[in-house]
Structures are given as C-alpha cells and as structure tokens.
C-alpha cells in the first residue's frame, strides 16, 4: 500500500501563499492525488482531485511534476479560516484509503 | 441536501455494553467507510464496503464489526466496547465505482464516542 508522507506542521502569516508538499514515492500507476482539508470536530472536505500536471479550482491549485512521486498544494493568500489539517491520502488501489497524520496549517494574524 | 449522517453525535458508554453508530448517505454512493481519529495517529480506516454485502478490512479492524445491508446505511458495531476505542469516529462514502481510484470521499460530522 502506497503511503504518504507530509511535513507534520507549517506556520504562515495571513495574506501569504501556502505551499504543503506531499511525497508518495510509491505511487501507483491509477492512483489519483486527492487533497483534504479538515476542522476540528469536523470531517475531512475534499479541495481537489490530480492525475498530472496541473489542477486549479476556486480554493487552491495542485501541481505534480512528471515522476508523480510528489505533489504540492497551494493555496493563495491564506486567511485564518484556512487553519486546518490537510491530507493527502493514497487508494490502496480501488480499496484502502489511508488518510495519515495530515499536515497542521496554522494562520498567524 | 446530499449529505452524510451520522448519529449520535456523542455517545457516552461503559466496557462491555454493546452498541451501534449509524451511517446514512441519500447520494446512492457505492463505497462506504469507517474511519477512527485520534491524537498524534491521524485517520486510521476501520471497514469499507464497496456495496451492498461486501465489505473488508482496513487498517484497525479488531473490536469492530460492520454490515451493508442496504446501499445507504453502513452501521458500525461495538460488541464489547473497551476504553481503547475511545474515539473520534467518522463515516464517509464515495460514488467510486469499482476499480476507480479517483474517489471522493463525503464524510459524515463525525461521533464522539468516550468509552468508560
């Protein structure tokens, strides 16, 4: 089964961009990268879905270089409502899906 | 509103004392699944079911049991809770269909369970 490995915590100043890396050196072929983010007492909320190259949505924007073993999430001048903890979980092929630690975003005002 | 519920929001038990959290989708999702959430250990998977009577093992099965007898309901089962299973508990589902890999997961609000 795949894993993922993320920095366990970032600090960024409001206004700021964010870039949380995500490395998966095992990836599989089919496996898509799927990044979450989530509040406490709340359950994870999918932010965007990547094959390849480049994603944008209105939230962030993820980019994954060619040997896919890594992926890096940005998200764009950063408010304190954006402090949270983000996933960046793997499919265990169509089954398991393993969620880790996740990486603690904290907005400093 | 499509949605995933989970009930109770916060269950208070003693060792021994069976119970039942339940899992609710009305988005006709496929695959359903358990997750437990605890400090310093992130989000561990429990069960999956990828339909109707077919369900499988994640990461942290033991002491827990899980049925899918409908497409909508995935009810997780506490025979003989220990205080070991205090936990956050969440359920989420998926319109994976089979040997998909780009899922979306939609989780429920998650269940405080506080086994004493």
């Known amino acids: 089964l795949a894993k993922t490995t993320q920095p366990i915590s970032m600090d960024s100043y409001e206004g700021q961009e964010v870039n949380i890396t995500c490395s998966h050196n095992n990836i599989a072929t089919n496996d898509y990268i799927t990044w979450y983010q989530q509040f406490p007492s709340q359950g994870p909320r999918f932010i965007i879905q990547g094959y390849k190259t480049k994603v944008t949505n209105e939230v962030a924007s993820l980019f994954i270089p060619a040997d896919r073993k890594s992926s890096t999430l940005s998200l764009p001048r950063v408010s304190l409502s954006d402090t949270a903890v983000y996933y960046c979980p793997l499919s265990g092929g169509y089954q398991k899906v393993t969620f880790g630690t996740g990486t603690k975003l904290q907005v400093i005002p | 509103e499509a949605q995933v519920t989970q009930n109770p929001r916060y269950l208070i038990t003693v060792t021994g004392k069976k119970l039942t959290v339940t899992c609710s989708q009305n988005?006709?999702?496929?695959?359903m699944s358990w997750y437990r959430q605890d400090p310093g250990l992130g989000l561990r998977q429990i069960y999956y079911?990828?339909?109707?009577?077919?369900?499988d093992k994640g990461d942290v099965p033991e002491g827990y049991k899980v049925s899918r007898k409908e497409k909508r309901n995935f009810p997780l089962i506490l025979e003989s809770p220990s205080p070991n299973q205090t936990s956050l508990y969440f359920c989420?589902?998926?319109?994976?269909?089979?040997?998909?890999?780009?899922?979306?997961?939609?989780f429920g609000s998650g269940t405080q369970l506080s086994v004493l």
């Open positions: 988005m006709n999702h496929e695959y």
């Open positions: 079911s990828m339909n109707v009577e077919v369900t």
């Open positions: 989420a589902s998926s319109p994976r269909p089979k040997y998909a890999t780009n899922e979306k997961l939609f």
